[in-house]
T-cell receptor, first 114, second 110 residues
Framework: NAGVMQNPRHLVRRRGQEARLRCSPM?????VYWYRQLPEEGLKFMVY????????ESGMPKERFSAEFPKEGPSILRIQQVVRGDSAAYFC????????????FGPGTRLTVT | KQEVTQIPAALSVPEGENLVLNCSFT??????LQWFRQDPGKGLTSLLL???SQREQTSGRLNASLDKSSGRSTLYIAASQPGDSATYLC?????????WGAGTKLIIKP
């Protein structure tokens, strides 16, 4: 059973470009979570999705950021018009259920904005 | 609003010592508490998960305890080794969101 997969592992974008981060949950997991770790800062919750639904996006910046988890395919975190402050490690996790279940983490995508 | 604090922020000890890392949380209404390890520039390795109904979990040289009433969890590392050097993070699961502490950076000196 493959773990949570994220790609790309490293992504370099120039200011103003778009960044697309992909997350494939573990087999059988229908709950996906995105977290961001800014340099020298702790991890922060961004968004929680179930298949085709955004359950909680309270941690997402109001502008430029969006997330989806379609019926088929991976979850996508999309950042439009990236700025240097978006440089961070973005981690995706999945779980088989929403509560009382362990979240399994992917290796992360390290985004660098130049 | 849940807040998670880890003390100390950094710790350096000689190899072979037993040590305790502390994690405190303000809201005792948690579903579980997880301990992770993060190596520099790397991802997150899950170490132990303690359900809210449990008091402790053990894995090899690691033992984690949970006291919901006092809002505390500890991670005990026995017979520390240089390979244990990493940042250790605790996270509370209060409502599917993981709320993270800032971590304890541990250095084990050979």
């Amino acid at each position: 059973n493959a773990g949570v997969m994220q790609n790309p592992r490293h992504l370099v974008r120039r200011r103003g470009q778009e960044a697309r981060l992909r997350c494939s949950p573990m087999k059988g997991h229908s709950h996906v979570y995105w977290y961001r770790q800014l340099p020298e800062e702790g991890l922060k919750f961004m968004v929680y999705l179930q298949k085709e639904n955004i359950i909680d996006e309270s941690g997402m910046p109001k502008e430029r950021f969006s997330a989806e988890f379609p019926k088929e395919g991976p979850s996508i975190l999309r950042i439009q018009q990236v700025v240097r402050g978006d440089s961070a490690a973005y981690f995706c996790a999945s779980s088989p259920r929403a509560r009382e279940g362990e979240q399994y983490f992917g290796p992360g995508t390290r985004l660098t904005v130049t | 609003k849940q807040e998670v604090t880890q003390i100390p922020a950094a710790l350096s000890v000689p190899e072979g010592e037993n040590l305790v890392l502390n994690c405190s949380f303000t809201d005792s209404a948690i579903y579980n508490l997880q301990w992770f390890r993060q190596d520099p520039g790397k991802g997150l390795t899950s170490l132990l998960l303690i359900q809210s109904s449990q008091r402790e979990q053990t894995s090899g040289r690691l033992n984690a305890s949970l006291d919901k009433s006092s809002g505390r969890s500890t991670l005990y590392i026995a017979a520390s080794q240089p390979g244990d050097s990493a940042t250790y993070l605790c996270a509370s699961d209060s409502n599917y969101q993981l709320i993270w502490g800032a971590g304890t950076k541990l250095i084990i000196k050979p």
